[in-house]
């Protein structure tokens, strides 16, 4: 009997709430390992449509996690506080510099907190850049939102 896609998210789901998956490739591993046949193409779809992000973990790095899992603000204040994060201000500008493979959950959590202050966002695999609104400084959004 053939597996469905639906199936194949659900195992993902599974494994990513039972151990801390933190690449691809891991995921993949893990997946054939249990009797799935699939290629990292195939599981890099599935992250983008389930919607994973990649949280920090307590004891360093980064993990797949389900977005309804941790609050955004949370989130928020654990990516900007490691050490490799760089925020760097401009007018109503803010560029945050994260991990790669960080930037897309970083930019999650920022849409998902809804701050009045934001015109809008552009990010990446590493960056997300804030536009804040009209007469606002990017150095007091940090300092009241951020930090």
Do not use: C, H
Not at 50 to 73: I, S
Not at 108 to 127: C, H, I, Q, Y
């Amino acid at each position: 009997m053939r597996k469905t896609k639906k199936e194949r998210q659900l195992a993902i789901r599974e494994l990513i709430t039972q151990k801390n998956i933190q690449r691809q490739e891991d995921l993949v591993t893990e997946l054939n390992r249990i009797g799935w046949e699939v290629t990292q193409a195939t599981i890099s779809r599935d992250i983008t449509e389930m919607q994973l992000v990649k949280v920090p973990l307590e004891t360093g790095g980064f993990a797949y996690a389900v977005v309804a899992q941790t609050d955004a603000l949370v989130r928020i204040k654990k990516i900007i506080q490691e050490p490799t994060t760089t925020i760097r201000t401009q007018d109503n500008f803010v560029m945050i510099t994260v991990l790669p493979g960080t930037g897309p959950a970083l930019k999650l959590a920022l849409e998902e907190a809804d701050f009045d202050e934001l015109f809008g966002m552009l990010g990446d695999d590493s960056d997300v850049l804030i536009i804040l609104k009209k007469n606002l400084q990017a150095t007091e959004f940090v300092m009241q939102q951020l930090q």
